[in-house]
Structures are given as C-alpha cells and as structure tokens.
C-alpha cells in the first residue's frame, strides 16, 4: 500500500517570511502532484512533476521532486495572506493496465498572519 | 476550454436511500477518477474508469458503485446510505502524463 505523508499537518506564518511544505511517499514512484484547497471548495492544481529533479516554480511557491528519496517539497517564499490555504500532495503509482489513483496525503493547513 | 462539470452541487438525502452523481470530464479526457473527502478520512480513492472499463477500485463496499459512457461521463451511485456517507465527492479528469483536474464536487449530506 503507498502511503503518503505531509509534514507540518498545520502551519503559521508571518507574512513575508519562507517556509517548506514536506512529502515523503513509501513506494517508488515519479508522478506526483501538489494541490491547493480553499475551505468549501474543490481542488486546483499547482504542480505536476513527472521525473526525478523536477523544479517548478509559480509565484511565491516552488514544488520539486527527489524520486530516489521518496520526497517532494514545496517551499513558500515570503507568504503573503492569499497563500493561506489546505495543501495537498498526491502520488500515483498506477499503469494503463492497472489503472490510476491518486494517494494523498493527509494535508498542511497553512494560515498566513500579518 | 470547459473543465470538468459535476452535478448536482448539493445534496441531502435520508440514510436507507440511494443517490447518483454525475461528472462530464474536459473534452478528449478519457479517464475519469471519484474520490471522496471527509475531515476524518481525508481524501480517499473510489474508483477509475477508461473507456467504459473500471479500471481500478479503491477499498469502499458494494454499495459505491459507478459506470462510464460512451462519451466519457460517468456517474457514481452510492446505494442504502449511511451517515458516514456523507462528504464531498470529487470527479477527476486526466491525461498521461498531464495529471488531474477535478470538478467542483458534489457535496452530499445524509441525515
């Protein structure tokens, strides 16, 4: 079973200040995914990154991923309020012939304070 | 570019009864993936259609169930309801390799 696991599960910041979201995975993978939640809403899509080293960056928010590691960060530079938000990760493991499925992890509730 | 649609938004429904959701994914899209999000359980795998072919399942009971058309929209039904049934139930739509948009969600409350 892939387990997926975000740390810090909850987060304040100060505005202006940086910060790294976390994501270990148990099993090999190199598909994974970053998604934003606002409360009562769906899920938006921030990042796909589809092979070891990938970077990519949007905004104050840059997601990479270390496949070798299991682990995938998104790092937060100089949070402004509008970044406050649930972050998701999720990993996929599946084949055409399996099929796909996201695994998420639990979450960071991120709350940025002036 | 039309996302993925899903409908109804809302829903209230009396446990013992059963309820159908439907999603339209983005034109092109294939697979269609359900999840189901609560504050306890988090977001959790349902199930995953391709071609009118389930092609995975997550581990949820009988009474979750779905199908996929011709034209790639599907529907989940969830039969003889329970209180702990009640979430928000997320459409996914994907390509290879360009991961997944989600619809809306449908938010279904059981009393």
């Known amino acids: 079973e892939l387990k997926v696991e975000q740390n810090p599960l909850f987060l304040s910041m100060q505005e202006g200040k940086n910060y790294t979201i976390y994501c270990n995975y148990s099993?090999?993978?190199?598909?994974l995914y970053w998604y934003r939640q606002d409360p009562g809403k769906s899920l938006e899509s921030l990042f796909v990154?589809?092979?070891?080293?990938a970077v990519k960056q949007e905004g104050r928010l840059m997601a990479s991923l270390d496949t070798k590691a299991r682990l995938s960060t998104l790092h937060i530079t100089a949070a402004v309020h509008d970044l406050s938000a649930t972050y998701f990760c999720?990993?996929?493991?599946?084949?055409?012939?399996?099929?796909?499925?996201?695994?998420f992890g639990k979450g960071t509730s991120l709350l940025v304070t002036p | 570019k039309a996302g993925v649609t899903q409908t109804p938004r809302y829903l209230i429904k009396t446990r013992g009864q059963q309820v159908t959701l439907s999603c339209s994914p983005i034109?092109?899209?294939?697979?269609v993936s359900w999840y189901q999000q609560t504050p306890g359980q988090g977001l959790q795998f349902l199930f995953e259609?391709?071609?009118?072919?389930?092609?995975n399942k997550g581990n949820f009971p009988g009474r979750f169930s779905g199908r996929q058309f011709s034209n790639s929209r599907s529907e989940m039904n969830v039969s003889t309801l329970e209180l702990g049934d009640s979430a928000l139930y997320l459409c996914?739509?994907?390509?290879?390799?360009?991961?997944?948009?989600f619809g809306s969600g449908t938010r279904l409350t059981v009393v």
């Open positions: 259609y391709f071609s009118e072919t389930q092609r």
């Open positions: 034109s092109g899209h294939r697979s």
């Open positions: 099993t090999t993978s190199d598909r």
């Open positions: 990154l589809l092979s070891n080293g």
């Open positions: 999720a990993v996929d493991r599946g084949t055409s012939n399996s099929g796909y499925a996201l695994n």
């Open positions: 996914a739509s994907s390509l290879p390799s360009y991961g997944y948009t």
